[in-house]
């Protein structure tokens, strides 16, 4: 591709006046043109690029040479056109513009790029990255990118970004041309520009930015943005029930526990024998577990798992409603969200967690993660509601066990992870009162997952590698616990996030399957529960996990959730998943004022 730009750029400026600022314009012009046009067709083509790559030819991928020879003639000549148009004096400059005039035209092109950004910014959400709703759209774009993946953020600008930038550069070229240049045709008749017309360009910018809403608006589901802007709920008001006023009773001997949070796990990783979606188990281990050991809670009479609903569908949502019985959304307004109630320094002030509930019970508590706490907030809650030690990528490096410049995929792999958790829960255990581990695996975010050199290639997927060599890692962490003496008196939970966000790894899937997130709670002292053929999502998680824990609690329900352990039907076995995602999708008064936004439910 660098080759041929450079033959490309030789034969503009060939073709150029012989003016500096001509040729300089000229080759910047084609230039632009040509990477962008590039990566446009690399992108419809599903060929990944990055820093690293996007000026070479991407050998691997046959259709790469036809890409890059063709965008060069599709460039080159329009482009050589135009400039032997101007060298001919068949492009005039007719008018030269005022200050009013540029401000006009400065004002349509930003209209032009934000309808376009609109667009490829939808479209990149819904289509390049699998399983997304308005509302995490809506909460990604709130977020401050500190402590983001890096690679996600090149991924937009070399995506959705760029080809924005494309589409207004074009549409601008010819606003500018017939706005401000007469113009000979071949037959001999002649385009002629009297005066700049204001309204033209304004209408041009205007027309713009409403198409790229409205295709966006499409493309995210206009279903979804009513109900997420323009519809309201109940459902906070008939079934919220506040932790604070639940009395909880702890065994005698408070059993520690350790919570995993595995990213991007479904059970639907499990072959389609075991209730997966898979040719080949991809958790073997886990699936082992789920069977012989320990309990895990399914959909179907098989080995499926939890249900995903709005408020819980990324990471950090997920891990609050596990952990809260609550969704987590922005609010329902058209205001901001940092993850913050009114003051920045409050995160959810209105939810009362699992954290602190065992807080209050003189648990010491640390939440290990090898990304940056700080993204999206988790930092913040996990302090405030609970008072946990943050051990994060940050930790990571002030205690030497990384150096300051290393940083691979969201900060280090989950290799490093298991080692500093053992680290950590001998720590803990060392302490008189009972501890609380939460940790999040990040090897198998999308997108396609983060492959070491020591990872096995066993399907020929990069993502189904990484997969299964988490489950391999599962296994010999859990191994090192149970050899532990703390581990008699310790209950683990492994649970999912959310369902996976890989653009293509569920192309061939069955549409009537239903994908689910994956659970499994070890070493608890609960027999005969009904764990098959439920309906429940991670709201339910909060007042199961105490539960797990031996906790006896006051009608078995903690916020929107319902301890699985119980008899009692969740929310979702009442009113039906479709009825319950719909109505977390909706705004709420009652949750914006007096959870989001209150400490005192009620204020």
Request: aromatic residues 12%; negative net charge.
């Amino acid at each position: 591709m660098l080759i041929v730009l450079i033959l490309l750029l030789l034969f503009v400026l060939k073709q150029a006046p012989a003016t500096k600022k001509a040729r300089v314009f000229s080759a910047v012009y084609t230039a632009f043109l040509y990477v962008s046009g590039v990566l446009f067709f690399y992108n419809q083509a599903n060929i990944s690029v990055g820093w690293g790559n996007a000026l070479l030819p991407i050998t691997d991928f046959p259709m790469s040479g036809w890409i890059v020879i063709g965008t060069a003639l599709l460039v080159g000549g329009p482009v050589a056109v135009m400039i032997r148009m101007i060298k001919e004096k068949k492009i005039k400059v007719a008018l030269v513009l005022t200050k009013r005039n540029w401000v006009n035209l400065i004002f349509s092109a930003l209209l032009i790029f934000g309808g376009a950004l609109a667009y490829t910014s939808s479209l990149w959400a819904m289509k390049g990255i699998g399983n997304m709703r308005v509302d995490q759209i809506v909460f990604a774009m709130t977020q401050p990118l500190t402590g983001s993946d890096p690679g996600q953020i090149q991924a937009f600008i070399l995506q959705p970004f760029l080809q924005a930038l494309l589409w207004s550069v074009l549409v601008l070229s010819l606003l500018v041309l017939f706005t401000t240049c007469s113009i000979q045709f071949g037959n001999g008749r002649e385009y002629r520009v009297k005066q700049f017309r204001s309204r033209v360009t304004l209408m041009v910018g205007l027309l713009a930015v409403v198409s790229g809403i409205s295709m966006s608006a499409k493309e995210i589901g206009y279903a979804d943005i009513k109900s997420y802007y323009f519809e309201n709920t109940e459902i906070y008001e008939a079934s919220y029930v506040d932790p604070k006023e639940v009395a909880l009773t702890f065994p005698k001997q408070k059993r520690n526990l350790v919570y995993i949070f595995l990213e991007s796990m479904e059970s639907s990783y499990m072959s389609t024998e075991l209730g997966g979606s898979q040719p080949y188990n991809l958790l073997p281990n886990l699936s082992n577990l789920a069977e012989t050991e320990g309990i895990h809670f399914s959909n179907t009479n098989t080995l499926g798992g939890m249900l995903q609903v709005p408020g819980a569908n990324q990471t950090a949502s997920s891990m609050v409603a596990q952990t809260s019985g609550l969704p987590l959304r922005p609010s329902s307004g058209f205001e901001l969200f940092d993850g913050s109630g009114k003051n920045s320094a409050e995160y959810f002030p209105g939810a009362y967690s699992i954290g602190e509930v065992l807080e209050k019970e003189g648990y010491n508590q640390t939440l290990l993660i090898g990304s940056k706490a700080e993204f999206a907030g988790r930092d913040q809650y996990f302090q405030q509601h609970g008072n946990y030690e943050i051990r994060d990528y940050y930790w990571a490096v002030e205690q030497g066990l990384i150096p300051e410049d290393y940083y691979v995929w969201w900060g280090y792999e989950d290799e490093k992870l298991f080692d500093y958790a053992k680290d950590t829960l001998n720590e803990l255990a060392a302490k008189e009162e009972p501890f609380n581990l939460t940790m999040l695996t990040a090897d198998t975010h999308f997108e396609d997952g983060y492959a070491t050199e020591e990872t096995p290639d066993l399907f020929g997927d990069q993502y189904s590698n990484v997969i299964h060599a988490s489950d391999r890692q599962l296994k010999e962490f859990l191994s090192w616990m149970k050899q532990q003496p703390f581990y008699d008196n310790t209950t683990v939970i492994l649970c999912g996030d959310h369902l996976t966000m890989d653009s293509d790894f569920f192309d061939d899937l069955d549409p009537e399957y239903q994908r689910t997130v994956f659970n499994l709670f070890l070493n608890t002292d609960k027999q005969q529960v009904a764990d098959k053929n439920r309906q429940f999502s991670a709201v339910d998680l909060f007042p199961t996990t105490l539960s797990a824990l031996n906790v006896k609690i006051s009608g078995d329900r903690l916020g929107l959730g319902t301890d699985l352990f119980s008899d009692k039907p969740t929310i979702i076995e009442q009113m039906g998943y479709d009825t319950f995602s719909s109505e977390l999708m909706k705004r709420s008064k009652f949750y914006d004022e007096n959870l989001l936004l209150s400490d005192e439910v009620g204020n």
